[in-house]
């Protein structure tokens, strides 16, 4: 079966060299374990981490060993008590064609309650982060002011329209004008700056937002946090999610301290892991599993077919090619 592994670590933004398909011979499934078949394989933006050697909240890659991340396959052999052939799962698991692992730690995913593919996205990892993030660190009350920047994205678009049902004002930050329509029209956000073509987005943050900020979910840092954060509200919360727009820097950048500021409007800023809220995952699970099936919550998600697009979709996440989740179905 054919399988994708990290060739070299990237340095900088990461190329289709720094991976390699290889094929692997299955080995026999015992007592326990299943056989899988990839149906669609999520590629996130954590996973650039997982390339680097540097220490991290999740161990790197091994150079020469396949990709892992989320995988929602259909079983075709079962050797488990818990699971039967036809049964689809979702687990962290190889880049791979087919596989043979262990079905412990493997979840079961019902088809009928939404696309096979959100259990990767808006009902899976993405989902979770948006819901606990604003939730639990950013306690968005109704008439607050959010901003969420990456706000297209798998975990942004989640933020901004749960923060529309708390009855938040919304504002997002996006890398593109269709992107921006989308999240104007499908998404109902109360405006959207597109910070690649905005001259000026200190200005564009201040019309956007001409009560000050209550809530920034930061889902980029760098300049457009920066940003952000000099125009948040006394008591504002900011809740440190992701730095995409620096994954791929190798020195560390130079922004303004912000500690005067966090200071002078007795602000909170915390950054979390979802893993963090793992007991929780059921309750967070619940609540956007019955937004989802209401028409409250949308989903966009960006597909590419067939498994030799994986590293093409992965890079792809550094150059804003998604609307939503990014995933590459078999
Ligand atoms: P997205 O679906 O948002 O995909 C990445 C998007 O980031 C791109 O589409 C692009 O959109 C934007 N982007 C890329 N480079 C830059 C840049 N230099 N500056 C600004 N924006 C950029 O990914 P996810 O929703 O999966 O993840 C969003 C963030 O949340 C990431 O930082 C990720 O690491 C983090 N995360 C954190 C978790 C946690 O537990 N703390 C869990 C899951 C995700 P655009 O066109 O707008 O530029």
Known sequence: TKQIVLKSRPVGVPTLKNFETKTVELSAIANGEVRLVAHTVSVDPYMRGRMSDAKSYVAPYSVGEAIAGGV??????????????????????????EMVVPAAGLQVVDGNIAPLSYYLGVLGMPGLTAYFGLLDIGKPKAGETVVVSGAAGAVGMVVGQIAKIQGCRVVGIAGDDAKVNYLLNEMHFDAVINYKTTTNLDAALAEACPTGVDVYFDNVGGEISDSVVAQINKGARIIICGQISLYNETSVPMGPRIQPTILKRSALMQGFIVSNYAERFPEGFKALASWVTAGKLKYAQTTLKGFDKLPEAFIGLFEGKNTGKLLVEM
């Open 72 to 97: 929602v396959a259909r079983v075709v052999e079962s050797k488990s008590d818990s699971l039967k052939v036809g049964d689809y799962v979702m687990g962290m698991l190889p880049w791979q064609e």
